[in-house]
C-alpha cells in the first residue's frame, strides 16, 4: 500500500507523522536478537479492537509465538520493553489500528481482534549486516501480519519476500519509502526481511518498521498466543 493512499486512510498529516516517527528515538535493545549477532531495538504492546472499532489496551505479558510459526521461538518467552504511555495514544497509531481491522475482516469474521504492536529499528554498521528477520522465512501465527516503513536511512538490503507455505516466491519488494504498507495473510504465506548493510560504510544504517498483527477471536488475559 503506497504512502499516500495509505495516508488518506488515516487521516493524518506530516507533522502527525513527524511526531509518530520520533517515538522510534525510543526503543530499548532486544537482547534475544543480541545473541544471534543482531542489533535491533523494539518495543512491544497489546490491544483488542472490537467489531466496532474500539480500542483496549491489554495488560503487559510476555510475548510468546505459537506451534507452526517461528522457527527459533516457538512458545519461548520473550519479555520486551513496553510501549511508552507517550506511544499508546498517538492519533497515527490509533487510526491505522482501525484501517487494519477493516482489512482484518475480509480475512475472517470476528468479534474482537487481539492486535499486537511492535516498533522496531535494526542497525547495522561498517560490513556487518544488519539482520531484520534472523529467524529466517517465517509466520507469526497470527491472521492478518503487516510491516509499516517508518524511516530507512543510509541502507541497502533490506528486501521483504513473501511465500506460499510450500516456499514458492509471491512477492518481494523493498520497502523504500516511509509510509509504505506491506500487508499479508499469515494463515497461508511465510516472510522474510534480507540484511541490511550502510550505503555509507562510515555511517550505520538503520531501518525502522512498525510490525503490527491482528488475530481473530482472541481474550486471554494472562498469556500471549
Wanted: with cysteine.
Amino acid at each position: 500500500m503506497a504512502p499516500a493512499a495509505l495516508a488518506r486512510c488515516l487521516g493524518v498529516g506530516q507533522e502527525a507523522w513527524a511526531e509518530f516517527a520520533a517515538h522510534w528515538e525510543e526503543l530499548a535493545p532486544d537482547a534475544y536478537a543480541a545473541e544471534l549477532g543482531t542489533r535491533r531495538l523494539r518495543r512491544y504492546g497489546r490491544f483488542s479492537l472490537s467489531r466496532a472499532g474500539q480500542l483496549e489496551a491489554r495488560e503487559h505479558v510476555a510475548f510468546v509465538q505459537p506451534e507452526e510459526s517461528n522457527p527459533l521461538y516457538v512458545e519461548v518467552d520473550r519479555r520486551f520493553a513496553p510501549l511508552t504511555d507517550a506511544f499508546m495514544p498517538e492519533p497515527v497509531l490509533l487510526s491505522l489500528l482501525r484501517v487494519l481491522g477493516q482489512v482484518a475482516a475480509s480475512l475472517d469474521d470476528a468479534e474482537e481482534w487481539e492486535v499486537q504492536v511492535h516498533p522496531f529499528r535494526v542497525v547495522a554498521e561498517g560490513n556487518g549486516g544488519g539482520r531484520p528477520t534472523p529467524e529466517g522465512r517465517h509466520r507469526d501465527g497470527v491472521t492478518l501480519v503487516t510491516s509499516l516503513l517508518i524511516d530507512r536511512v543510509n541502507v541497502t538490503g533490506g528486501e521483504s519476500t513473501v511465500y506460499d507455505l510450500d516456499g514458492t516466491e509471491l512477492r518481494t519488494t523493498t520497502l523504500t519509502s516511509p509510509g509504505t504498507l506491506l500487508l499479508g495473510d499469515d494463515r497461508g504465506t511465510l516472510h522474510g526481511v534480507s540484511p541490511i548493510r550502510p550505503l555509507d560504510a562510515s555511517l550505520p544504517a538503520r531501518r525502522d518498521i512498525l510490525v503490527t498483527t491482528l488475530t481473530a477471536g482472541r481474550r486471554d488475559e494472562g498469556s500471549e498466543p
